[in-house]
T-cell receptor, first 115, second 113 residues
Framework: SAVISQKPSRDICQRGTSLTIQCQVD?????MFWYRQQPGQSLTLIAT?????????ESGFVIDKFPISRPNLTFSTLTVSNMSPEDSSIYLC????????????FGQGTRLTVV | AQTVTQSQPEMSVQEAETVTLSCTYD???????LFWYKQPPSRQMILVIRQEAYKQQNATENRFSVNFQKAAKSFSLKISDSQLGDAAMYFC??????????FGTGTSLTVIP
């Protein structure tokens, strides 16, 4: 399976600022996803990153707050904009290949704390 | 929409014993894929085992095996000879034909020495 390098692994940010999280995959993937996860809880899908076009956002998440880019099949970024303490969470990127029975693979996660 | 339910928020097992984690799901699809993931404190999601819905045979990976009951929409994970390194959060996941993933709420497994 592919390997995703996600960075930063953690950050502490001031409210009102923005943070961009990057994910680099070591092979081409058909779909990439961005999740948010509160410690000890399940994953909540933020959006599906589409190559060369606007991401598809889930209910409750908007592009102005979480702009996503995916310029090619191996790279994507998520920006958390105008942060508030409520944005403190773990953010995970994930990718899947074209073969139907393959699993999703994940980056190492970014633990974000907004103060 | 598909839903995945894990009814056990927390489980514990003695080292070297066997534990079973439960998962049920709801779907109208006939072709889909099921997974169990492990997430240790390092946050890295690690694939434990996968099951294709069209396969009747239960998947096995070393000490990990599943009991897949398609009609009952049940997909439990059995961990045999539990080790301290098995302590983690375990998530059941469903991959739809549209390539969306749905995750359960997770089961926190403690292994008691």
């Amino acid at each position: 399976s592919a390997v995703i390098s996600q960075k930063p692994s953690r950050d502490i940010c001031q409210r009102g600022t923005s943070l961009t999280i990057q994910c680099q995959v070591d092979s081409q993937v058909t779909m990439m996803f961005w999740y948010r996860q509160q410690p000890g809880q399940s994953l909540t899908l933020i959006a599906t990153a589409n190559q060369g076009s606007e991401a598809t956002y889930e209910s409750g998440f908007v592009i102005d707050k979480f702009p996503i880019s995916r310029p090619n099949l191996t790279f994507s970024t998520l920006t958390v904009s105008n942060m508030s303490p409520e944005d403190s969470s773990i953010y995970l990127c994930s990718g899947i290949g074209a073969i139907p029975n393959t699993e999703a693979f994940f980056g190492q996660g970014t633990r974000l704390t907004v103060v | 929409a598909q839903t995945v339910t894990q009814s056990q928020p927390e489980m514990s097992v003695q080292e070297a014993e066997t534990v079973t984690l439960s998962c049920t799901y709801d779907t109208s699809e006939s072709d889909y894929y099921l997974f169990w993931y492990k997430q240790p404190p390092s946050r890295q999601m690690i694939l434990v085992i996968r099951q294709e819905a069209y396969k009747q045979q239960n998947a096995t990976e070393n000490r990990f095996s599943v009991n897949f009951q398609k009609a009952a929409k049940s997909f439990s994970l059995k961990i045999s000879d539990s080790q301290l390194g098995d302590a983690a959060m375990y998530f059941c996941a469903y991959r739809s034909s549209g390539n969306q993933f749905y995750f359960g709420t997770g089961t926190s497994l403690t292994v008691i020495p």
